[in-house]
């Protein structure tokens, strides 16, 4: 199982930046996948998720990004986007996608509970 994670940059605050988080080895639509970020000498975050399609497939957020972000899945091309807008210095960080080898009971908001990673792309957010 790969995780692909592309699409970080260095933008100003304001601006947007679409990640993509492509897939191979497991299909998109029978997994939960989440993305998290990781700041210089801070635990990895939980930023949102979307479950897997037999369970809604509905995304959630974390409140510091809920209303400026957007997680979507695109079955066809076996790919998870993330959409941040209105970005703010402090989303710099550089941003994971994981994949849930099972549905978990609970809001699978924990790094733990996410069985393969991709290697991260970092978002620098300039004041």
């Known amino acids: 199982v790969q995780l692909q994670a592309s699409g970080g940059g260095s933008v100003q605050a304001g601006e947007s930046l679409r990640l993509a988080c492509a897939v191979s080895?497991?299909?998109?639509?029978?997994?939960?996948l989440a993305w998290f970020r990781q700041a210089p000498g801070k635990e990895r975050e939980f930023v949102g998720n979307?479950?897997?399609?037999?369970?809604?497939?509905?995304?959630s957020y974390a409140d510091s990004v809920k209303g400026r972000f957007t997680i979507s899945r695109d079955s066809a091309k076996n790919t998870v986007f993330l959409q941040m807008n209105s970005l703010k210095f402090e989303d710099t960080a550089v941003y994971y996608c994981?994949?849930?080898?099972?549905?978990?009971?609970?809001?699978?908001?924990?790094?733990?509970?996410?069985?393969?990673w991709g290697m991260g792309t970092q978002v620098t957010v300039s004041s």
């Open positions: 994981g994949l849930a080898e099972r549905h978990l009971a609970g809001p699978m908001i924990r790094a733990s509970d996410y069985d393969f």
């Open positions: 080895g497991r299909t998109v639509s029978r997994h939960g």
């Open positions: 979307i479950r897997r399609s037999a369970y809604g497939g509905s995304p």
